[in-house]
């Protein structure tokens, strides 16, 4: 398959964008209708006058509260019925770019992101000797309510180059799908600070020549929070576990990933990112030294106690209100590499 090919995903993007992105026309209609019953005419008696001022008023005060929180709670707002908007509150926020499937906004979210990540495999590889690696991906997440939202932050197709076609051939192929749940349990937006735990599960239905499909699976459970500042400054963190269904098939990972923007002018961002990946069990699927970091579970036999930390420098652009489109390079700062030479990040999110 072209690799070019894949890019027509994107389009799939313009769909969601063109939605209707509030629900102000109904409320406005029934608030409208709610308004000119409270016109008196002869025959109504000032008990029922003060009745229909008394609803109107109500209905004012909702419309406002929910202007005021930055999320839509009415059904008129939804898409498709079921999705909620976005948590506007902080709008000024940009999500991370570099451990893309593990590093969650702490945000309410409701968006597509379609991400590409050009991998740079390194020479000193005992198995691979080099080569690289290309990864496409169209991740989304619903808003359910206003703190629980449905996230799913794997899919997408691989290709895999190896400098040492003899042990690992060149392959291509589909990557495990996870999906999951996320829910907000500290908002807010004076400060501002926003907190929020969940889970996902990786179904192992993926292909094998990309080492994809191994084991039963695995659990990734997460804590991710983000505060503000200074008025144009951010700073997002998040920590979780990777934790396999059936242990000899995979291995265990701890992580914790940290973001710093800045708004250098008005929804340019520059960002840094730095990430700890620490495996905490090995596998006993290949007799392997080494594991394949965020996009690859190897299940190799001697990574216990193996650490990688690896700093990500980048940008983004804000546009619309929430839109982003961002761009990062990632390096390890550690001497062991295991599969990252380098990587290079490019992803669009759509916000509804």
Same mark, same amino acid.
């Given at each position: 398959?072209?690799?070019?090919?894949?890019?027509?995903?994107?389009?799939?993007?313009?769909?969601?964008?063109?939605?209707?992105?509030?629900?102000?026309?109904?409320?406005?209609?029934?608030?409208?209708?709610?308004?000119?019953?409270?016109?008196?005419?002869?025959?109504?008696?000032?008990?029922?006058?003060?009745?229909?001022?008394?609803?109107?008023? !109500? &209905?004012?005060?909702?419309?406002?509260?929910?202007? @005021?929180? /930055?999320?839509?709670? *009415?059904? +008129? =707002?939804?898409?498709?019925?079921?999705?909620?908007?976005?948590?506007?509150?902080?709008?000024?926020?940009?999500?991370?770019?570099?451990?893309?499937?593990?590093?969650?906004?702490?945000?309410?979210?409701?968006?597509?992101?379609?991400?590409?990540?050009?991998?740079?495999?390194?020479?000193?590889?005992?198995?691979?000797?080099?080569?690289?690696?290309?990864?496409?991906?169209?991740?989304?997440?619903?808003?359910?309510?206003?703190?629980?939202?449905?996230?799913?932050?794997?899919?997408?197709?691989?290709?895999?180059?190896?400098?040492?076609?003899?042990?690992?051939?060149?392959?291509?192929?589909?990557?495990?799908?996870?999906?999951?749940?996320?829910?907000?349990?500290?908002?807010?937006?004076?400060?501002?600070?926003?907190?929020? !735990? &969940?889970?996902?599960?990786?179904?192992?239905?993926? @292909?094998? /020549?990309?080492?994809? *499909?191994? +084991? =039963?699976?695995?659990?990734?459970?997460?804590?991710?929070?983000?505060?503000?500042?200074?008025?144009?400054?951010?700073?997002?963190?998040?920590?979780?576990?990777?934790?396999?269904?059936?242990?000899?098939?995979?291995?265990?990972?701890?992580?914790?990933?940290?973001?710093?923007?800045?708004?250098?002018?008005?929804?340019?961002?520059?960002?840094?990112?730095?990430?700890?990946?620490?495996?905490?069990?090995?596998?006993?699927?290949?007799?392997?030294?080494?594991?394949?970091?965020?996009?690859?579970?190897?299940?190799?036999?001697?990574?216990?106690?193996?650490?990688?930390?690896?700093?990500?420098?980048?940008?983004?652009?804000?546009?619309?209100?929430?839109?982003?489109?961002?761009?990062?390079?990632?390096?390890?700062?550690?001497?062991?590499?295991?599969?990252?030479?380098?990587?290079?990040?490019?992803?669009?999110?759509?916000?509804?």
């Amino acid at each position: 398959m072209p690799r070019c090919h894949t890019f027509c995903f994107v389009a799939a993007v313009v769909c969601f964008a063109a939605a209707p992105t509030r629900g102000e026309g109904l409320f406005d209609s029934r608030l409208a209708r709610i308004v000119s019953m409270s016109e008196p005419d002869v025959e109504q008696t000032s008990a029922e006058s003060r009745a229909v001022e008394f609803a109107t008023a !109500v &209905g004012n005060s909702g419309q406002a509260a929910l202007c @005021s929180c /930055g999320i839509g709670g *009415g059904f +008129g =707002d939804r898409l498709l019925g079921f999705i909620s908007p976005s948590d506007r509150a902080f709008s000024d926020f940009v999500s991370p770019i570099t451990n893309p499937l593990f590093f969650e906004d702490p945000r309410t979210l409701s968006e597509i992101r379609p991400i590409f990540a050009q991998h740079w495999i390194p020479n000193s590889n005992p198995a691979f000797s080099g080569g690289d690696a290309q990864y496409f991906a169209v991740q989304a997440r619903v808003a359910l309510t206003e703190r629980l939202s449905f996230i799913a932050n794997k899919d997408g197709y691989i290709w895999m180059n190896s400098d040492n076609p003899a042990v690992i051939p060149d392959d291509e192929g589909w990557a495990d799908i996870a999906a999951g749940l996320k829910y907000n349990v500290i908002r807010n937006p004076s400060l501002p600070l926003i907190a929020s !735990v &969940g889970g996902t599960f990786e179904v192992p239905c993926g @292909s094998g /020549g990309v080492f994809q *499909g191994s +084991g =039963d699976g695995e659990f990734h459970l997460f804590g991710t929070a983000g505060a503000g500042l200074t008025d144009r400054s951010h700073w997002l963190s998040a920590t979780g576990f990777r934790l396999p269904t059936n242990t000899s098939q995979r291995s265990q990972m701890w992580y914790w990933s940290n973001h710093v923007d800045y708004e250098v002018i008005d929804t340019w961002y520059g960002l840094v990112e730095l990430n700890w990946f620490h495996w905490m069990q090995s596998g006993d699927r290949l007799p392997l030294s080494f594991e394949g970091g965020d996009l690859f579970n190897l299940g190799s036999t001697g990574v216990a106690g193996n650490d990688i930390v690896t700093l990500g420098l980048g940008g983004k652009k804000r546009f619309g209100e929430m839109n982003e489109i961002g761009l990062a390079y990632e390096i390890p700062l550690t001497e062991r590499k295991d599969v990252l030479q380098s990587r290079l990040y490019l992803d669009l999110i759509i916000r509804y």
